[in-house]
């Protein structure tokens, strides 16, 4: 197991004149769920673009040692026309995996083939959810996940993330929730 | 995401929206039956290949609408941007799927075209050539400004503003071929061309594509 | 930077006074050929300037180079002005020469495709809000643009068009006689200082608003 998966040095990145941030500069070690908490428009949806390659940084360096990362952003990125299945069989196609998947996260057998566009908000939100716990992934980056999900669902979403921790894995997840995870694995970034 | 199961994925999702899909060629079918109607049936004749190749250029542009507006309003796009798979290749798959959804239906229509527009066989085919040649490369030209204009206000109007200039010659090279055809002479000049700018733009458009879609999504 | 307003202001009246006074009356064409003075240095600008943004481009996807960025954004106004100047002007000349405003021959189309490709440009300068995407947006649609250029060039040589061929960039060198040489070549040193001194004075507003 490498020492950091992700290395940010010097990262700054403005929007239009004025900057986001600047000079942030932390690393992302195995075992540990970083949590980004902040005002809104504070760069953490940016920032988490930023690790996901998805934006390119202005000024400043991001090292991965990993090659995936599962990215999960406001939207879920799922096509409601088709069933969570179908969606899932795109990354996954071990069927009772992703139904495994499903149920785990508290999406009954019954919804598992019905299109999404019948699904409520947050079902569809542990659909995307299921797609991140499915991948083989060890850098999860997370957008505001527990939007739209029940106390239940809340709670299924921590055990995987400490699961996934303690399994060698880590997390970015921007948040304004508090996260009840053991002390050990969890660290904060504050964004200004 | 493995590009075999991306491509099955986007024919699946074409075919679970196939109401929207039909659209285009609906459009099609009615342009297409107008100028028959409006024109004098002298010239219908040689006004045949032109008035065709612009209803199937306007088809085209309108299908391009769907093509990536949706991914980029579920943020499908950004699992495109982060999987391992090298962009340029889902998209030559996505786009591969959009062909064959859309403007494979264009040909299996032109036989009725030969009915309304009282074409014979020999003009037919040599028409239906020069859009086999000729569409894959306006596809992806069309394909890159939609990848440019994706998630703009006006995204649309800005696809058509940006695809035109770019789609006129390949028109011009196509009706060339069309009308070469229909005085006897060799085509070949004009079919080449057409046959070069396919394999040019098909070959490397994927590649530009995938890059215009980062430069878009930043 | 002003001194390049006043070299396009030197130059450009030294070309009109040579094309108009001094230069040889045509032997074909009369007169009326004068207009070619603005029309000819117009349409070459036109090329010009869209290689010039092609160039920069390259650079603003290669490199991202701040500079580059704001020169692509500052050009296609200018490009398209003399794109549509090079149409109108050479319009006026079609009339009394060919007997007709216009014409659907390969060296006007691929011209008029060029200004439909500038006007694209713009189009999608405006739509973005943010300058630095806006210019990396520009620079692909610049880029595969370009293909239009060698068409445009060689449209006179490969199809057999209503407009004149080539009679300067040849390679017998030119056929053209020399006094109206030397004005189509002032009125295209005019041309260029002009867009140099537009274009510099739109990328110092640039480059001022950004530190500012």
Known sequence: MPETYLSVKNLTHAYGRSALFSGLTFDVTPGTILQVTGKNGSGKTTLLKLLSGIKMPQEGSIEWTEEDCAYLGHKNAIKTELSPLENLALYQPDTSACALALEDLGLEKLHHHRPCYRLSAGQQRRVALSRVILSNAKVWLLDEPFTALDDTAKAHLIRHLTRHANGGGSAVVATHERLDLEKSLLRELVMA | MTVQRYFLFCLKLLFRQRREVALPLFFFLIIASLFPLVFPAKLLATLAAPALWITTLLAILLSLNNLFREDVEDEFVLQLLTSPTPLSLLVAVKLLAHWLAYILPLFIALPLMGLWYNLPTESLSVLALSLLLGTPTLLILGALAAALSAGLKQGGTLLMLITLPLAMPILLFALSMVDMSASGLSYAAAGDFLFAMAVVSVSIGPYVIASALRISME | ??????????????????????????????????????????????????????????????????????????????????????????????????????????????????????????????????????????????????????????????WTTLHQPASIFRSGGPSIAPMMLTALLLMALSYTFYYFWLTLQNVRKLIDRRAA
């Open chain 3, 1 to 158: 930077m002003p001194w390049c307003g006043w070299a396009f202001a030197l130059f450009g009246i030294a070309g009109l006074y040579w094309g108009l006074a001094l230069a040889p009356t045509d032997a074909v064409q009369g007169e009326a050929y004068r207009i070619m003075f603005v029309h000819v240095p117009a349409a070459w600008m036109s090329l010009m300037v869209y290689s010039v943004m092609t160039c920069c481009a390259i650079v603003v996807i290669i490199w991202r180079t701040k500079v580059a960025e704001y020169w692509l954004l500052a050009s296609p106004a200018h490009g398209a002005s003399f794109t549509f100047l090079a149409l109108v002007t050479g319009s006026l000349w079609g009339k009394p020469m060919w007997g007709t405003w216009w014409a659907w021959d390969a060296r006007l189309t691929s011209e008029l495709i060029l200004l439909f490709i500038y006007l694209a440009i713009l189009a999608m300068k405006g739509a973005i809000p943010d300058q630095r995407k806006a210019a990396r947006v520009m620079a692909m649609l610049t880029i595969v643009g370009s293909v239009n250029l060698p068409i445009i060039k060689f449209s006179v040589d490969w």
